[in-house]
RNA sequence: GCUCUGGUAGUUCAAUGGAUAGAAUAGCUCUCUCCUAAAGAGUAGAUCCGGGUUCGAUUCCCGGCCGGAGUACCA
């Protein structure tokens, strides 16, 4: 790669020069700013006390030997303290030529013995279907799967579904008692849908206990505590930790409803998973963990019988491990399922993408882990996101001011059908490839709408102004690729361009060469936000080459070229965009449609 | 209160310590006999405040102001 090259001589330049010894690797280049000449540029302050030059001389010095040294660099110029640095036309189009059809372009391949990384997410409760930060979870923990992926990871995706716990008892009761044994058939509800309203109904009648008992007299802390749903649904938990069969059947029954319903959202948003776990089976996990920490003394117990971790010496308070009446709390339950992954997949990493409101637990988590003497406990690896807040503040399911998953993916294919129409250019489609290609550019629109924005950020999402398909969106990009597509064929079936064809020698316009080093960065962006969990990287790395290619495209004749050598390269320029754009869309888990 | 986190055009997002802080959208102009105008070109518009480190700070450090999250027997 021309970039190491450049490193390297860079390097023993300024040490045969001046005598200053640099790492190779660490001589900083970037790729030159496009109101300059050249290609790359390199900084030249750092090195100005220790070479006692003006950096404007030192510039000039390093560039003339660069010169001498590679012939690859055509020539050099110096701004202020700015090296910027030519590549000649060749050697980029012959980067052009031998990859025009490389498919993987961009892309590793996992080796066959490296060891896996688990990614947890979605991690769903099963008491009210999925909304907006609900999609974030699962477009991102897929979206940075395919990245480690692309990285030549070997990526295990696993999800933990929290089926038990007090929620799910108030749906369950809320439905007992208010329900009339509708049934996701009878109603033609989705079944998670129908659970999450009893949820609702659930909170709505107990409010109105609440406000009753007050109303009594009561005072409201004490009011919340004893109002007579409340109980009910706790008598209703412990019934069913006691494996009551009439609790449970209903259990099953319900939480069956909801997983019909959450399969069919997730194959909507296109994410799945290597295994499921299911809390049902994991929350008595981790007991043994504790009991194995008080004996090592690394955990303490109060006079009441409850179990703690003092973290105080980290900086932490005293985090709860086990109640007074001996029950797991989340973080037991967590210590548990920490150990059985780790177990079962002899992993690298073991990441998991939960939203930022929990950095306090998975920063105790992983102390805990280390206090029991697990050397593995650095693997644990957090990826925080920022939350989907809305105009007027945070969402709450249980006030009604969410932004439904289903509904949203509705709205979207809906108005991706809409413009369709209004462009008009899908007639020839069967009824079906129109449904496939709304369905696609709605999610290509929603997935681009959260992805490009960096995941440890909060977001705003706007209901009113619903997702764009103009500017900086998914849409643009597979637009841009359906049209790169189109060029392709044909100038293949046509005009029967090879784009085997060898690497003619031509003069790069500015354009094309903008291009072409956008292509040539990708594998560098790819490892770059692979390291940084961050498929927004992707995300923006594929729009700059899409916008950079539109710009060429727009007043540089490709088919129409006279030229055969420059068109036949052309073409396969363009086979390498899409390409490239297709492997970076194919990360974020968006489609691109071959024409549109 | 304490801990963590963020504050960039009207709005939504970018910017490994580097050149004149990039886009998109909304506004105002142009460009379709053409390889797909869901496009392109132009115009106008921003780093919360005060110190410090540095040749150079949106970026790192300290202090303020304003937002968000967490704060122990919920998950």
Not at 112 to 130: F, G, Q, R
Not at 193 to 210: A, N, P, Q, R, S
Request: glycine share 8%; net charge negative; aromatic share 10%.
């Amino acid at each position: 790669m021309i970039e190491q090259q450049l490193q390297q001589t860079i390097s023993q330049v300024l040490n045969e020069l001046y005598g200053i010894s640099v790492d190779a690797a660490s001589v900083v280049l970037q790729s030159t700013k496009k109101e300059f000449e050249g290609d790359y540029t390199l900084v030249v302050f750092p090195y100005v006390k220790q070479a006692r030059k003006s950096p404007e001389a030192l510039a000039g010095e390093i560039g003339a030997a660069v010169q001498q040294h590679l012939s690859l660099v055509t020539s050099y110029n110096v701004v202020k303290g700015f090296l910027n640095i030519a590549v000649c036309d060749s050697y980029w189009t012959s980067f052009v030529a031998d990859n025009a059809t490389n498919a993987t372009y961009g892309i590793r391949s996992a080796a066959d013995d490296a060891a896996p990384i688990v990614v947890e997410y979605s991690s769903p409760n099963t008491n009210k279907p999925l909304h907006l930060g609900h999609i974030r979870n699962n477009l991102l923990g897929w979206a940075v799967s395919e990245l480690l992926a692309a990285n030549g990871n070997k990526v295990k995706k696993v999800n933990l579904v929290n089926d038990r716990g007090i929620h799910i008892c108030k749906s369950m009761l809320a439905w007992q008692r208010y329900g009339g044994g509708e049934t996701p058939e009878s109603s033609g509800m989705k079944g998670d849908h129908l659970v999450g309203k009893y949820y609702v109904e659930f909170d709505k009648h107990y409010k109105d206990e609440v406000k009753q008992l007050v109303s009594e007299g009561m005072d409201e802390e004490t009011a919340k505590k004893e109002a007579p749903l409340m109980l009910e649904a706790q008598q209703m938990l412990k019934r069913w930790e006691e494996g009551d069969k009439e609790v449970r059947d209903l259990w099953a029954m319900m939480n069956k409803w909801v997983y019909a319903g959450f399969d069919q959202t997730y194959s909507s948003l296109g994410v799945g998973f290597d295994k499921i776990y299911y809390e049902r089976n994991t929350y008595l996990l981790g007991k043994e963990l504790v009991q194995k920490g008080l004996d090592r003394g690394v955990l303490f117990r109060k006079e009441d019988g409850s179990v703690w971790c003092d973290l105080t010496a980290d900086g932490l308070d005293q985090k709860l491990l086990l109640r007074k009446d001996g029950t797991s709390v989340y973080m037991t339950q967590d210590l548990g399922t920490a150990l059985l992954r780790h177990k079962e997949f002899d992993a690298d990493r073991l990441i998991y993408v939960v939203g930022n409101e929990q950095d306090y637990h998975f920063q105790v988590l992983k102390l805990v882990l280390g206090k029991l003497g697990f050397d593995w406990a650095n693997k644990v690896y957090h990826l925080s996101y920022g939350m989907v807040e809305l105009p007027n503040g945070k969402m709450k399911s249980r006030e009604g001011t969410v932004v439904d998953a289903d509904d949203l993916i509705a709205e979207m294919e809906q108005t991706a059908e809409a413009m369709s129409r209004e462009h008009g250019k899908n007639d020839d489609l069967s009824p079906e490839q129109q449904k496939h290609l709304y369905h696609i550019l709605a999610l290509g629109a929603l997935k681009y709408f959260i992805l490009k924005v960096d995941p440890s950020k909060n977001m705003l999402f706007n209901p009113a102004e619903s997702i764009d398909f103009n500017g900086n969106t998914g849409p643009f990009i597979q637009y841009t690729h359906a049209r790169i597509r189109s060029i392709v064929r044909k100038g293949i079936e046509d005009q029967g361009i090879s784009l085997q064809q060898a690497s003619p020698s031509v003069a790069l316009t500015a354009k094309e060469r903008e291009v072409i080093k956008s292509l040539h960065d990708m594998p560098a962006v790819i490892a770059q936000a692979g390291a940084a969990y961050s498929p927004a990287m992707v995300a923006n790395y594929a729009y700059e080459l899409a916008k950079n290619f539109n710009s060429f495209y727009q007043d540089t004749p490709i088919l129409r070229e006279e030229n055969s050598a420059i068109k036949t390269f052309r073409v396969q320029l363009c086979n390498m965009v899409s390409i490239a754009l297709k492997n970076t869309m194919h990360i974020l888990g968006i489609e691109v449609p071959e024409r549109m």
